[in-house]
C-alpha cells in the first residue's frame, strides 16, 4: 500500500529556505509523478508543483519560482526547496502521489502533513 | 490559471439531509473536476474524479455532475462521519487549483 510522510523542520526564519523531505513506502518513485500542497491557517490549499522521477516538473507561478522540487531514487523519497520565505508561507504541508485513470488524475494517496511555521 | 469558486463556503445540515456542495471554474473544464473530503487534523482524501466517478470504497449516498464550468457535490441521507470540509479541484490543465472549501457542520 502506497504511503507518504513528509518531514523536516517546523520552525524557519524569514528569508530563509524551508526544506522538507517526502519519504514514499510501498511503491517506487519509478515514472509515477510526485507533489507537494500548502494549506494556509484559512484552510485554503494551494498547488505547490510537481516532479517525475525522469525530471519533468511544474511549478505554481504564483511562487515566483523560489519553489524546487528533486528527488532521490536511491532514497525512494522527493523533497521541495522554498527560498526566501515570509510569514505567508506558513502553512501546512502535504505530499501527494498523482494518480489517475485514463486522461483523467486526482492527487492521493496524501501524507499526514506537516505545519511549518516562518517566524523569527 | 483556472479560478474554482465553491458555494456555499458553510453549511448546516443534520443527519438523513440532503445537501448540495456546488464548484464554478472560470474557464471550461470538461469533466476534469475532482471532488474531496478533508477532516480536521487530516488530509484530503478522493471521493469522486471526473466529475461524477465515485472512487472505489466511497459511499453511494455521495455523487457528482456537472461538466464545463457548473459542477455538484450531493450527499443524500447525511451520516455523522459526512461532517467535514469539501473541496474541488481541476486537472484540466497542470496548474492545478482547488476551490475555498466548504465546511458542513451539524445543525
Known amino acids: 500500500q502506497l504511503q507518504l510522510q513528509e518531514s523536516g523542520p517546523g520552525l524557519v526564519t524569514p528569508s530563509g529556505t524551508l526544506s522538507l523531505t517526502c519519504t514514499v513506502s510501498g511503491a517506487s518513485l519509478g515514472s509515477n509523478y510526485w507533489s507537494w500542497i500548502r494549506q494556509s491557517p484559512g484552510g485554503g490549499l494551494e498547488w505547490i508543483g510537481f516532479?517525475?522521477?525522469?525530471?519533468?516538473?511544474n511549478y505554481n507561478p504564483s511562487l515566483k519560482g523560489r519553489a524546487t522540487l528533486s528527488v532521490d531514487t536511491s532514497k525512494n523519497e522527493f523533497s521541495l526547496n522554498l527560498t526566501s520565505v515570509t510569514a505567508a508561507d506558513t502553512a501546512i504541508y502535504f505530499c501527494?502521489?498523482?494518480?489517475?485513470?485514463?486522461?483523467?488524475?486526482?492527487?492521493?494517496?496524501w501524507g499526514q502533513g506537516t505545519l511549518v511555521t516562518v517566524s523569527s | 490559471d483556472i479560478q474554482m469558486t465553491q458555494s456555499p463556503l458553510s453549511l448546516s445540515a443534520s443527519v438523513g439531509d440532503r445537501v448540495t456542495i456546488t464548484c464554478r471554474t472560470s474557464?471550461?473544464?470538461?469533466?476534469?473536476l475532482n471532488w474531496y473530503q478533508q477532516k480536521p487534523g487530516k488530509a484530503p482524501t478522493l471521493l469522486i474524479y471526473a466529475a461524477s466517478t465515485l472512487q472505489s470504497g466511497v459511499p453511494s449516498r455521495f455523487s457528482g455532475s456537472g461538466s464545463g464550468t457548473d459542477f455538484t457535490l450531493t450527499i443524500s441521507n447525511l451520516q455523522p462521519d459526512d461532517f467535514a470540509t469539501y473541496f474541488c479541484q481541476q486537472c484540466f490543465t497542470t496548474l492545478y487549483t482547488f476551490g475555498q472549501g466548504t465546511k458542513l457542520e451539524m445543525k
Open positions: 474557464q471550461s473544464i470538461a469533466k476534469y
Open positions: 516532479l517525475q522521477s525522469s525530471g519533468s516538473s
Open positions: 501527494a502521489a498523482i494518480v489517475g485513470s485514463g486522461n483523467y488524475n486526482w492527487f492521493g494517496p
